[in-house]
């Protein structure tokens, strides 16, 4: 059963940076997407796209803003309960501040060149995105889903959204012309990658370290993270010198942390590091909070 929430001193930059996302994603939004006639990825663009057809086909000026922070709102509803409340309040300061920011900002044309527009409206749209994941927070929507998955599966799930989104944009192409759905998959693509770089808590990585302190380093891994490691004895095919092989499967964020840990055990270590693509079993994934 979850506790409840409390805040703290180190909390504030957390939120800080929650807030600068939801600006920049909405300056994004109107300099980009809105003069590009673009469909982002997610509720933005399902949002965008319902106000579109409410507008065009029904007569019904329903703003995006409103569209996407009811959607929002519904979808925080059902994941409270499943998805780490701190998690959840701070994407529901992002969306609520993204909503209305984009509603009120009123920035003029950078450039009418469609894959400028696209390019750099994704660069800024992942940027954003990407920020608000490393603050413990998201921008809601597909990101609920995406992360809810990805604790099922111990792997990255953002591609499974891009596909979502695929369906999205053969709709407005459908509706609204197939080059603005065209550009809007460059802009889509370009958001996905940059939220792939700077999001690395559910990619795995794999360590294979030879060294002659094994319990050493054992006991000091196990101070930074609560993954299993594997102890195989081993021999230089060179040297007929005895050594012992580590291995052990740790979320790539901590891979630093836990690369500085085991040198300063061990300066002499052999590491090897690999992208793991999938996890079968038991593996510990720390909870959001």
């Avoid at 329903?62 to 309040?89: D, E, Q, W």
């Avoid at 608000?132 to 959204?161: C, K, V």
Wanted: some cysteine; aromatic content about 12%; glycine content about 8%.
């Amino acid at each position: 059963m979850k506790t409840s929430v409390r805040f703290g001193k180190e909390d504030i930059p957390r939120i800080f940076a929650i807030c600068v996302s939801a600006l920049i994603y909405s300056i994004g939004m109107v300099v980009f997407v809105r003069s590009g006639n673009l469909f982002p990825g997610g509720y933005a663009g399902v949002s965008r796209l319902l106000s579109l057809v409410a507008q065009d086909r029904f007569g019904l000026n329903i703003p995006f803003s409103v569209i996407y922070f009811g959607m929002n709102a519904v979808t925080t509803a059902i994941v409270y309960r499943t998805i780490g409340h701190k998690f959840v309040l701070y994407s529901v300061i992002w969306y609520s501040l993204a909503s209305f920011l984009t509603g009120v900002i009123d920035l003029p044309v950078i450039t009418q060149d469609p894959l400028l527009i696209a390019v750099f409206g994704g660069l800024i749209s992942g940027f954003a995105t990407g920020l608000a994941l490393q603050s413990n927070g998201s921008s809601g929507g597909t990101d609920f889903i995406a992360i809810d998955l990805s604790i099922r599966l111990n792997r990255p799930t953002w591609n499974y959204i891009f596909a979502f989104n695929a369906l999205v944009l053969i709709c407005a192409g459908l509706l609204y012309g197939w080059e603005q759905a065209l550009y809007s998959i460059i802009f889509q693509y370009v958001s996905k990658e940059v939220v792939g770089m700077m999001h690395q808590r559910y990619k795995v990585s794999r360590l294979h370290v030879v060294t002659d302190k094994p319990d050493e380093i054992c006991t000091a891994v196990f101070r930074i993270c609560r993954h299993g490691i594997t102890k195989i004895a081993c021999e230089g095919a060179y040297s007929h010198v005895g050594h012992t092989l580590l291995m052990m499967s740790i979320n790539t964020y901590q891979l630093r942390e836990v690369e500085h840990c085991i040198l300063d055990v061990d300066p002499q270590a052999f590491i090897s590091v690999n992208p793991v693509e999938r996890i079968i079993g038991n593996y510990y994934q720390t909870p959001l909070e």
